[in-house]
């Protein structure tokens, strides 16, 4: 028996279809199993599916679903304890994240998909040393997922105790230990949950393992078929250390092991120049950019523009919550276009319906997902949202002479606007609410958690050297 029919009806409706937003007036979406049957005008779907099950989506904005390409939900539990700070990771979160167990890593995890996901992301990026249970709620709430399990050589302590400057000491063992967790990993969650779960090869930084690791990871991924997910170029910490390692800048040393090809996703680029992120696009390589997080953790705007203008795709990544504070890619549009504008003091620069199509089309390509999900177009999987425009920071809506509902969404947006959530033909948030998960529950734990996290860190007496402690006797925090 064929699979009742799903029609989405009386939208303002955005495809992404060819190469702008691809906006049909009074648009209308049939959805049948986990597929898009059929885009266009509400009348001539209305008339092709009498029997369809209908949803009215009348003053909504009916987009795909937001992809997020980079993040570390892991670390939820973080939250806000690592912001307005120089060397951010040796002075903010390595003392906390010695303490993270995988209970809490766990609930952290679960707080943020969930977070995300009310906020319109359906395809999201994690990249997360495993814990049991997190491919698993991936699986129960209905989401995307492109999961990366870390590969480094760091010892098992991590940058607990290494000094800014120093040289990371490797831990061979450690690393081939990683490789060969992250191999397992795969081969038990690629492709499962109908397709929905897919794995990506998460190779945590180039100065993170020594180099014939780092090329043993690359021959996995080709032999696997898998992408790479990189840090590259993340900080000056990185460049230090390729610098007096190789005597090279990441970038020219990715070129050199022939790293920077369309296997590779390259997260941050924080430190390369326009040169650098010119030469990692024109080599085929796609490019994940967390606006919020970069302008946080090191007040830099990485070169997304450069790349986007060499042919590279670009894709946008919210990061974790204790160099971010949130998990929103409007949020993620919104920056990017402002930062952008500043950089190159220029309000031409980023424009929203290009930010919008990195959120959405770009993006799923970027992640090596676009022919599956990034656009509404028949035979795509039927990842879709609905944003009320009806909302008081969305309106008025105007039609003519000039649409504004594009940088409405893109620069008054908040998330919250988000009323319905679809993945693969799935309803997962309806009216703001998670169907598929216990929201106060998730909520709850990750509070215990974070408290026990925060007490194990007061009684260590590594906490002494967090930068934040001066705000905090102050009375700043």
Not at 91 to 116: F, K, M, T
Not at 202 to 227: C, I, N, Q, S, Y
Not at 329 to 340: D, Q, R, S, V, Y
Request: proline share 6%.
């Amino acid at each position: 028996m064929p699979n009742a029919v799903t029609l989405i009806v009386h939208g303002h409706l955005f495809t992404m279809q060819g190469e702008g937003v691809g906006y049909v007036p009074d648009g209308a979406v049939a959805i049948e199993g986990t597929r898009l049957v059929a885009v266009g005008p509400t009348p001539a779907l209305a008339a092709r599916f009498p029997q369809a099950n209908v949803i009215d989506a009348t003053d909504c904005a009916v987009l795909p679903g937001l992809i997020d390409a980079h993040m570390h939900t892991q670390l939820a539990p973080l939250r806000g304890v690592a912001q307005d700070v120089s060397h951010w990771m040796q002075l903010a979160l390595a003392p906390y994240d010695r303490h993270l167990s995988d209970e809490a890593a766990l609930a952290g995890s679960r707080l943020n998909i969930i977070e995300a996901l009310k906020a319109g992301t359906t395809t999201m990026l994690d990249y997360d040393t495993p814990v049991p249970g997190w491919a698993e709620f991936y699986q129960q709430v209905g989401v995307r997922a492109r999961l990366a399990p870390v590969i480094n050589a760091l010892p098992p302590a991590g940058m607990a105790g290494w000094k800014v400057g120093d040289l990371y000491p490797f831990d061979e063992a450690a690393g081939r230990a990683s490789i060969e967790a992250a191999l397992a990993f795969a081969r038990d969650w690629h492709g499962a949950a109908e397709g929905r779960i897919t794995v990506m090869v998460g190779a945590h930084a180039p100065d993170m393992m020594p180099r014939e690791m780092l090329l043993d990871v690359k021959r996995l991924a080709e032999r696997e078929g898998l992408m790479i997910h990189m840090h590259v170029a993340q900080g000056d910490r990185e460049i230090e250390q390729m610098m007096k390692r190789y005597g090279q800048r990441t970038p020219a040393y990715l070129d050199a092991l022939g790293y920077l090809d369309e296997q590779l996703l390259a997260v941050h680029l924080t430190e390369a120049t326009e040169e650098e992120a010119a030469l990692i696009a024109r080599r085929g390589a796609h490019m994940a950019l967390c606006s919020g997080s970069i302008g946080i953790i090191d007040g830099i705007v990485p070169p997304a523009h450069a790349f986007h203008q060499a042919g590279g795709l670009v894709a946008l990544g919210s990061d974790q919550a204790c160099g971010n504070n949130c998990n929103n890619i409007f949020n993620e549009m919104k920056l990017t276009a402002l930062f952008n504008k500043i950089r190159y003091r220029d309000p031409t620069v980023m424009p929203a319906w290009e930010v919008l199509r990195m959120a959405t089309i770009e993006g799923a390509r970027a992640v090596g997902l676009g022919d599956e999900t990034g656009s509404l177009e028949e035979g795509k999987q039927a990842d879709l949202i609905l944003v009320n425009l009806r909302a008081p920071n969305l309106s008025p809506v105007l039609q003519s002479p000039i649409r504004n509902i594009v940088p409405n969404l893109v620069y008054a947006a908040s998330g919250h606007e988000v009323e319905l959530v679809m993945v693969a033909g799935r309803v997962l948030v309806q009216q703001g609410r998670v169907l598929t998960a216990d929201e106060a529950a998730i909520r709850d734990e990750a509070q215990t958690q974070a408290e026990q996290v925060a007490r194990r860190v007061a009684e260590d007496p590594l906490h002494h050297e967090l930068a934040l402690l001066e705000p905090m006797r102050r009375g700043w925090l």
